[in-house]
């Protein structure tokens, strides 16, 4: 430094003992800088002060030379000490070059700058707030720094600044935040510490609302939470309670939407493997919740961003127990918000002439670079995630295409877990149960998939997916959307449609099931089709399915209808082996119980109709039709049958079939018709069809059964009475009188429409064989 350069009003001697290296003349002309300022004060020579300062400043704190920078410091702190409460006027010139030395090199200057600033702001207290951001980036990287003594004088300074900031009302957080936001998204466990430390001290301040400010760190907050300290981990646990507690006490003033975006990023995890992923996603889940709650309907425009983030841990394992827990409580709460008023179209929603925001207007396209690296992390780069609501929107509208999208693509993940899939099928159930209206406009992109479904391994899964396709089926509000051709649903051979159902006018209904929509058509016409092309799933499945249905549906609605669908079933292999199917559900499904009631006695002309349109489709299993008569007590019609197999195709098969019939009449099911063994003279036709089924059986287990039985039947004339003939003669008087004139039964042209089907059956047989048969000269009748 230049000695002979004027210094004035610092003497010689001090600018000397300012340059030396050792501190204790440093101190020596530092208590003399204190003297003369001290004199200054007192006459009042603002002028001769502001001089000092700057030499101190721009000659020695700012100087080259290492020692001149520390008698610097040490003389402005000793301006500071001799202002007293006057520093407040000079702390711009006093404050600025200390900063500027905490960049020094030399950790022993940035301790030495520490302590000049420490006994600045000490002297200073409220003073410095206008200063505040200076001072707290300034101290930020201190937090960081390498030195411990460096690193203990900025805590220091640290808790001094955190005790004039807490007594002070004056404290500028408008313009504080900003810095907080840059700061908080530092990567260093010191600084993290630093930056979470004074959330928490500026969150406990009354007169300081951080809860207003909290969406623009709140993703800062979330970052840190992930880090590696147990320390910093616990007290960004605390910070984040605590806001928690406040936005539960004053949600009206909680800015939900703007925070909810946050929290669908961090409920989602990239990296499964760090621990503390699982706590950021417990945390986001958890405030989820409790949005959803405190939110009410004014989450509902957000509900699909809501649902891309709890979905996929609803089938979290035990291991993240607490996370899947909050994730159900969030699916259940915001499902509970969807009501029957959300089915109102959007003109009914209008009021006067203030229309309700397009849907535009109220979900992001995704084009925010927050939202998209969400997006991608999840594979959903379409959907649409949370966006500010209108302030002046008086109508909260459900986002339905959005729930409809997530729904859908989840339903499409092959790596989808099955609880997931569950709650997917729940929340479409509710949705056709609460805003059918809305929900059939979909109805047409939802049900190939639904289809494919029911090939889940789930049972659960399937029953859900099948509460589902029924209330498309049955739902009032699917008359006014007439149901498309599902092309493109599976590979397997297309059904036919019978004709009555195309004379409808292109909306495929059946005749034969009023009560049911036309998606009830379209549906039994594709599930047909789906066990056509996964014989697997008809074997495995296809009873479970069919059961399930007629709970769900009316039972005689499903069997009307795949009778009507068989019928022109062009595999005919496939529709002996569905039938075969349906006829062992018929019998022994409890479910069908009803519906085996009804056909019992034929008494009416529905279930003469339903008979008939039964049998029709049973004649591509003869065993299945014989079992049919036998359910219908139709027992000259069985009789008359059986002596039609003689000119069948007797394979193994064909004997099974038999077998599993002689089974079925010793089960519960065919009681009545043992009993009826008892009265030989009024069912004749009924032992001959037996012995005509004993006949055909080679001897086996079945053959010694049924032949067993047979030998139970007592001695007609041991059975007879005095007035027997009498007695058969009103019997059969009885059994005419259950079968109703009007629900006469043409049984010869129903054994004419057997021979047709069997000829059918007979030709394709030889043309797999490779021999030639002559088509039968008949037409199904």
């Known amino acids: 430094m230049n000695t002979e350069k004027d210094f004035t ?56 030379h290492p020692h001149s920078r520390k008698g610097g410091l040490i003389g402005l702190a000793a301006c500071s000490i001799a202002l007293g409460k006057d520093s407040g006027l000079y702390l711009k010139e006093l404050i600025e070059p200390v900063l500027t030395c905490f960049n020094d090199s030399d950790s022993r200057l940035r301790y030495y700058a520490c302590e000049a600033l420490y006994n600045i702001v000490k002297v200073a207290r409220g003073a ?11 101290l930020s990287k201190l937090a960081a720094d390498p030195d411990p003594n460096v690193k203990s004088g900025s805590e220091l300074l640290d808790r001094l600044l955190k005790d004039i900031v807490t007594e002070s009302n004056k404290f500028d957080l408008v313009a504080f935040v900003p810095l907080l936001r840059e700061r908080i998204y530092s990567n260093n466990q010191y600084a993290r510490q630093f930056i979470i430390s004074w959330i928490h001290v500026l969150e406990s301040v009354p007169d300081i609302n951080l809860l207003h400010y909290l969406p623009e760190i709140l993703d800062g ?47 989602q995890v990239a990296d499964e493997t760090k621990v ?14 409790e949005f ?102 008086s109508q909260v ?98 059904l036919k449609v019978p004709n009555k159902a195309a004379k409808t006018g292109g909306a495929e209904s059946s005749p034969s099931t009023p009560s049911m929509n036309s998606y009830f058509y379209k549906f039994m016409i594709n599930l047909l089709k789906r066990f056509s092309a996964e014989r697997k799933l008809l074997e495995s499945r296809g009873a479970f399915i069919i059961r399930q249905l007629c709970l769900l549906l009316h039972a005689e609605n499903i069997f009307h209808s795949m009778a009507d669908i068989l019928l022109k079933e062009e595999d005919l292999k496939f529709a002996s082996t569905m039938v075969q199917t349906l006829n062992t559900i018929l019998l022994t499904s409890a479910e069908l119980f009803q519906l085996r009631n009804q056909l019992k006695d034929l008494r009416t002309a529905e279930s003469c109709a339903l008979f008939c349109c039964l049998y029709r489709s049973w004649c591509h299993n003869p065993v299945a039709t014989v079992s049919l008569c036998f359910l219908t007590q139709n027992y000259k019609h069985a009789y008359d049958l059986i002596q039609k197999f003689g000119g069948l195709e007797v394979t193994v098969d064909f004997l099974m079939e038999v077998d ?35 006949m055909l059986l080679p001897q086996s287990q079945a053959f010694q059964l049924l032949s067993h039985r047979l030998q139970c039947v007592p001695n007609p004339e041991l059975m007879r009475t005095v007035d027997g003939p009498k007695r058969a003669d009103a019997k059969e008087t009885d059994v005419e009188h259950k079968r109703a004139p009007h629900a006469h039964v043409d049984y010869g042209e129903l054994l004419r429409h057997f021979d047709c089907v069997q000829g059918q059956h007979l030709e394709v047989r030889h043309q797999r064989s490779g021999r030639v048969a002559e088509p039968p000269d008949r037409k199904l009748i």
């Open 276 to 289: 503390t992923n699982d706590l950021i996603q417990l945390t986001a889940m958890t405030w989820m919740r």
């Open 9 to 64: 009003p610092l003497t010689p001697n001090i600018v000397r003992a300012l340059n030396d290296k050792l501190y204790e003349k440093r101190k020596v002309a530092a208590l003399e800088i204190e003297k003369l300022v001290r004199e200054f004060v007192a006459q009042n020579n603002s002028t001769q002060i502001r001089h000092v300062i700057q030499i101190l400043a721009s000659e020695f704190a700012l100087s080259q």
């Open 221 to 267: 907050l979330f970052q840190i939470l992930g880090d590696n300290s147990k320390e910093i981990r616990r007290t960004c646990e605390v910070v984040l309670g605590e806001f928690l507690k406040e936005i539960k006490k004053t949600p009206s003033s909680v800015k939900f939407a703007e925070m909810a975006n946050i929290l669908v990023i961090h409920c």
């Open 292 to 393: 959803i709650q405190l939110a009410g309907r004014a989450v509902l425009p957000y509900s699909s961003g809501i649902l891309t983030a709890v979905l996929p841990c609803l089938s979290y394992d035990d291991r993240k127990k607490n996370t899947k827990e909050a994730a159900s409580a969030c699916n259940y709460s915001l499902m509970k918000l969807v009501t029957p008023e959300d089915d109102e179209d959007e003109e009914e929603e209008r009021s006067g002439s203030v229309e309700s925001p397009s849907r535009e207007d109220k979900v992001d396209d995704g084009s925010g670079d927050v939202l998209n690296t969400s997006q991608e992390a999840v594979g959903f780069s379409s959907i649409s995630f949370f966006t500010p609501a209108s302030s002046d929107r």
């Open 128 to 138: 410095v707030l206008p200063h505040f951001n200076l001072l707290f980036d300034g």
């Open 660 to 694: 599993k019939l002689v089974q079925l009449v010793e089960s519960p099911i065919f009681t009545y018709l043992r009993l009826q063994l008892l009265d030989v003279e009024s069912n004749p036709y009924l032992i001959k069809a037996l012995y005509g089924l004993l």
């Open 397 to 494: 509208t459900l986002d339905l295409d959005g729930i409809v999208q997530v729904l859908d693509r989840h339903l499409h993940d092959t790596s989808t877990g099955m609880m997931t899939r569950i709650a997917v099928l729940k929340w479409l159930y509710h949705l056709y149960i609460k805003t059918p209206r809305k929900m059939f406009r979909h109805t047409d992109s939802l049900f190939p998939m639904l289809l494919k479904t029911l090939s889940d391994e789930s049972d659960e899964v399937i029953l859900k997916d099948l509460e589902v396709l029924a209330e498309i089926a049955s739902s009032p509000a699917g008359q006014t959307y007439p149901a498309v051709t599902c092309d493109g649903v599976d590979n397997g051979p297309a």
